[in-house]
């Protein structure tokens, strides 16, 4: 028998689609080892004002294919200071809770390493649509965004191409340029604009413009990553230097949002499930990952100092294709 008794859920940072799967599954695989399970709302903030549910099979019924979280979520600027951290050991504590399970992107898995540094045990679970977690090749949210952000880009080239317009479209990603490149190539995009490539416009945009122009070119599509940013600077040089009518849109938060996919259902679940399965082996401070297809998990502070390189393959794809 283990000796985690309660186990603590909560979702932190940036909503997600697939959140809720991975909910569902850390309860029901909780209850099955004979735990009790209690969520945690509002991220950290629950912890720090001891906003917690006890929660039952019956809790996470009927949440599969929600998007969003249950749990709601925060960035909690309190957890970020020692006083906070103290507060969130202390609730714990009075709650019983052995254990936390925290879904959420790199600045969570800081919490966890935090609260771990405290004694409360932790495991961590990849929740970004962002992609941006290192010790993972995968994290729940990715699947669903890149297709929302397809369609809706999908939906701007009818107008661009009917106008013989260009579009400037920002995707989010924060720092990390997953949801540009693949949506990018998926898209048709001319070019791509990603953080981890410096660009020059004239190079990289202008003149692609003009060549596909001169090929019989008529409407075109620039993919930029949130993290680059400017895209309504980039359209006014667009159209002031090459004449095209130009217009730039960002896609903004409706990327956070709709029913997780089927892969981001599947892997939500089974993320959590792993999660559990460490706990029910006294293993914790530790984080999920997905590596070459297998659900994998390693130390908090060695996943931390780990760094993700964006695939140059599809950046080669990206270039090779878009023309
Ligand atoms: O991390 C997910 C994400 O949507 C990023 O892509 C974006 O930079 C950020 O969160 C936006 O955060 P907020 O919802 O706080 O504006």
């Known amino acids: 028998m283990s000796e985690i008794k309660t186990v603590g859920v909560l979702t932190s940072g940036g909503d997600a689609p697939g959140m809720n799967p991975a909910i569902r599954a850390v309860v029901r695989r909780a209850i099955y080892h004979g735990m009790a399970v209690k969520g945690i709302k509002r991220g950290y903030n629950g912890l720090i004002e001891d906003d917690i549910v006890d929660m039952n099979l019956r809790s996470v019924s009927e949440i599969i294919h929600r998007g969003g979280t249950i749990l709601y979520t925060a960035r909690s600027k309190e957890f970020m200071t020692e006083e906070g951290q103290n507060k969130a050991v202390e609730t714990c504590r009075r709650h019983g809770i052995d254990a936390l399970i925290v ?4 600045g969570s898995f800081r919490g966890c390493r935090a609260l771990a540094a405290k004694g409360i045990k932790c495991i961590g679970i990849p929740g970004t649509i962002d992609n941006d977690i290192a010790c993972s090749d995968y994290t729940i949210g990715y699947d669903t965004a890149l297709n929302t952000a397809m369609e809706m880009i999908d939906k701007l080239r009818d ?9 400037v479209v920002e995707v989010m990603g924060r720092h990390s340029g997953y949801l540009a490149i693949n949506t990018g190539i998926a898209t048709g995009a001319l070019c791509i604009l990603i953080p981890e490539k410096s660009f020059n416009v004239e190079r990289d945009i202008l003149s692609r413009m003009r060549e596909t122009q001169a090929q019989g ?13 400017q895209v309504f ?10 004449g095209i009518e130009t217009r730039a849109t ?5 990327q956070r949002g709709g029913s997780p996919s089927l892969r981001d259902r599947v892997m939500a679940s089974q993320m959590a499930v792993k999660a559990v399965e ?3 082996n006294d293993k914790y401070n530790r984080i999920i990952g997905m590596k070459y297809d297998r659900i994998v998990d390693f130390d908090i502070e060695d996943a931390l100092s780990m ?3 964006l695939d140059p393959h599809l950046i080669e794809v990206a270039k090779v294709i878009s023309i």
Do not use: M, W, Y
Request: with cysteine.
């Open 307 to 309: 760094e993700k390189e």
């Open 250 to 254: 960002v896609l903004g938060h409706v």
């Open 103 to 106: 879904i959420g992107g790199d």
């Open 278 to 280: 460490l706990l029910s």
């Open 233 to 242: 600077k980039i359209a006014e040089e667009i159209q002031s230097k090459t």
């Open 159 to 167: 107008t661009t191409q009917s106008h013989e317009r260009c579009s």
């Open 217 to 229: 070119k008529k409407n075109f599509l620039i993919l930029v990553a949130e993290g680059v940013g």
